[in-house]
């Protein structure tokens, strides 16, 4: 496997080691084969998704025509051993007689960075007379009626911000040169300073880098170890605070993605790696040199892995086609939400630890809740679920490392919605400790007055509240009715919840896939490899329809760099599409709206209509006789990412009896109990029905089924639930 280079760009990667301890595990294969075993099958690579999550680490690879999952523990102290641990457990280290591996890694070492304010110490340099555009920012209040407002730390404080003459105009035009002079004072002060990265942002650069450059060619020289970020690269748009603030974003996180990069590259060195690929916000992937050096792009990694997944399942089953779906991703920590109409959407404006990050990603609303979200009585008496988490470590009090404190998924298994007998298969990795959870419910309980189960069921019915609220800020809060639209639940926890979230919505469909607890892992696996570039445009789109030549000309350069980026990847060819961001004249935000290729007026014409659209969609309105202006141009570069085929099997019989277990007693409210069938997963054949309550058991997951929904199995293994007609 070629080496991560020491130096990528401007940015330099310290290699350390990554030990693992072996530790026996169960590795589940989710389908038997779908494919002969023939020499070309036997000479294809296998292709390894590998999505690191607050809990657990899961694998899917795809091997000799069909799907193997695997789980276990996160190392939240180095991500890489985990990934290590999984790989030698699934025997996929040895480099003979193996086709070599093409591995993609969904990670959260950028997330974390920047959520808990661990990054580098990170400077800025801008043009003289902005130093403070970061502390004035956007005068925006987050709660509108509280009197005091704590804004989050700056990732450069006061005495790592400098200032250099040099001045472009709204054009880029020249009006004052660089200041060369005043960088090596500067150098000595980033020196003095510890500055373990850096920032460089000037004005109008977007227009124009040449300063920018300059300024990074010249510092290099004297600190050739500092990585350096340039907002002409990292982003090319106009606004000054959101540039400034996503570039340092990316300067913040970079020295930790490189060198954990680094430390699993030097891991792997002797394993046979084909190729080692890292799962971007925006749905695609990119290599290893690009992510180290675009670290910012990898902040919402995991959460895109599973947007991508359930749109490729839902796409694949007659019963949801076109995808028309809400997924609900419920992980350890927190849960992923993204309403997909016929499309998996994308947007360039998002909030991360209070800061904008105008990067292109999966437009995904992430709340505190999980599985490992802890619930406390507030200093009001009231009960509460999160944000805070019991993460891996120590986790739930039921996994017995040492947690004491109440969670989801203690409340969970006090209710009897886990079965401590199956959980992961039985596979020892994790053993749960029910008295545990009762005794950490009951304390919970007593403080309310309430038994161990009443109080679990608050905790869960908190929770669920929380992530209701979340479906509908993707749903109605942007103009879609969640009626009309099957809920797709995935993560460790989201089949447990999916049915009570749906009836809470309205929605009359649940679409669970066959491997709920691993699809972000799957969905990095079938991601395409894919580069995406933006340049403002900041013209009436009019004019752009009168003379269409430089956007065409604009969108040309874009198309070289993104399928240049594409080419140290594959030679394989390239898909490319274009977007632009449009708003009505006087307007101060964007709408992104899909622009067909080769660009013409025609194209352009079309471009104007379908924003009108959108808005209307989104807004209740439009106003088509006012100016629009097409503000960013963005283009994107695509080659196809693993070509798996999800296994089909034909239909049998309703009658579900050979998966039957023996029943269990759930709480569903406060009057008690009720018997509950039980079923095992992999022993569900297509066409089998069953009817609430139920509890289907696999390795991954457990399936909840309520009262009320009944569920068919599909022929790709996936449960079809639907909430049953009641009549008076």
Not at 371 to 399: E, M, N
Not at 496 to 507: P, Q, R, V
Not at 571 to 580: E, F, P, V
Not at 645 to 660: D, E, H, I, Q, Y
């Amino acid at each position: 496997m070629p080496h991560l280079v020491q130096s990528c760009g401007s940015n330099h990667c310290i290699i350390a080691n990554a030990g693992c301890t072996s530790k026996a595990s169960t590795v589940v294969n989710y389908a038997e084969k779908t494919m002969s075993s023939s020499d070309s099958l036997h000479n294809t690579p296998i292709h390894v998704g590998i999505d690191v999550g607050g809990t657990f680490t899961d694998f899917v690879v795809w091997q000799d025509g069909r799907l193997r999952i695997h789980k276990v523990p996160t190392t939240p102290d180095d991500q890489s051993r985990a990934i290590l641990q999984g790989l030698h457990d699934l025997d996929l280290l040895t480099s003979s007689p193996s086709p070599g591996l093409v591995i993609v890694h969904g990670m959260t070492v950028a997330t974390n960075a920047l959520l808990e304010r661990r990054g580098a110490v990170t400077a800025l340099l801008t043009t003289a007379g902005f130093a403070d555009a970061l502390v004035i920012g956007r005068q925006n209040r987050p709660h509108l009626y509280r009197l005091h407002q704590q804004r989050p730390p700056l990732l450069a404080g006061d005495a790592l911000r400098f200032e250099v003459d040099e001045r472009l105009d709204a054009e880029g035009g020249v009006l004052l040169p660089l200041d060369e002079g005043q960088l090596a004072a500067v150098a000595q002060q980033l020196r003095s300073g510890g500055a373990e990265s850096l920032a460089v942002v000037f004005l109008f650069s977007y227009r124009n880098p040449a300063h920018e450059q300059r300024a990074a060619e010249l510092l290099q020289g004297l600190l050739p170890e500092l990585p350096i970020s340039l907002s002409s690269e990292v982003l090319p748009e106009y606004r000054e605070y959101e540039r400034t603030a996503t570039t340092l974003i990316n300067a913040y996180v970079q020295p930790l993605v490189a060198r954990y990069l680094a430390r699993l590259e030097q891991a792997l060195e002797d394993a046979p790696v084909r190729a080692l690929r890292i799962m971007q916000s925006n749905g695609g992937v990119i290599d290893l040199r690009q992510a180290a050096a675009h670290a910012a792009r990898l902040v919402l990694s995991g959460p895109a892995g599973g947007a991508v997944g359930a749109f490729a399942v839902a796409g694949a089953d007659e019963g949801v086609s076109p995808p028309q779906i809400l997924t609900f991703d419920m992980g350890g920590t927190s849960t992923d939400v993204c309403l997909c109409p016929g499309r998996i959407p994308t947007t360039g404006e998002s909030m991360i630890g209070g800061l904008p990050l105008r990067l292109p990603m999966i437009d995904i609303h992430t709340v505190g809740a999980g599985g490992g979200s802890i619930a406390f009585i507030d200093a009001g008496g009231a009960l509460q679920v999160g944000p805070r988490s019991a993460g891996a470590l120590p986790g739930p009090a039921c996994y017995g490392r040492g947690g004491t404190l109440p969670t989801v998924t203690d409340a969970n298994l006090v209710l009897g919605r886990l079965a401590v007998e199956g959980f992961l298969g039985g596979s020892g990795q994790v053993q749960l400790d029910a008295d545990a959870a009762r005794r950490v419910l009951s304390e919970l309980g007593a403080q309310l007055g309430l038994s161990a189960e009443e109080a679990a069921l608050g905790v869960v019915r908190v929770a669920n509240a929380t992530m209701e609220r979340a479906l509908r800020a993707v749903s109605v809060e942007q103009g879609y009715d969640p009626r009309q639209f099957t809920l797709l639940p995935f993560g460790g926890a989201g089949p447990l919840h999916a049915c009570d979230l749906a009836s809470a919505l309205g929605i009359r469909q649940i679409l669970c896939p066959a491997m709920p607890g691993v699809l972000s892992a799957f969905g990095m696996l079938v991601a395409d490899v894919s580069s995406e570039y933006a340049t403002s445009v900041l013209s009436p789109a009019a004019d752009l329809i009168v003379e269409p030549s430089a956007l065409s000309a604009a969108a040309a350069q874009l198309e070289a760099r993104t399928r240049g980026t594409l080419s140290l990847e594959a030679g394989a060819a390239a898909q490319t599409a274009a977007a632009l961001d449009m708003r009505y004249r006087g307007q101060s935000y964007e709408l992104t709206v899909p622009l067909a290729l080769p660009l013409s007026a025609a194209n352009l014409e079309s471009a104007v209509g379908a924003f009108h659209r959108a808005h209307a969609q989104r807004y209740g309105y439009a106003m088509p006789a006012e100016e629009v202006e097409a503000v960013t141009l963005r283009i994107r570069s695509s080659i196809a990412g693993s070509q798996v085929t999800l296994p089909r099997r034909p239909l049998s019989g309703a009658a579900g009896g050979g998966a039957r277990l023996a029943d269990r007693a759930v709480w569903f409210d406060a009057s008690g109990p009720v018997a509950t069938a039980c079923y095992q997963r992999e022993r569900l054949e297509p066409g089998n029905r069953i009817a609430g309550p139920a509890l289907v058991l696999q390795y991954d997951s457990t399936v909840l089924l309520a009262p009320g929904w009944s569920a068919g199995v599909d022929p790709f293994g996936n449960l079809l639930c639907e909430k049953r007609e009641t009549h008076a």
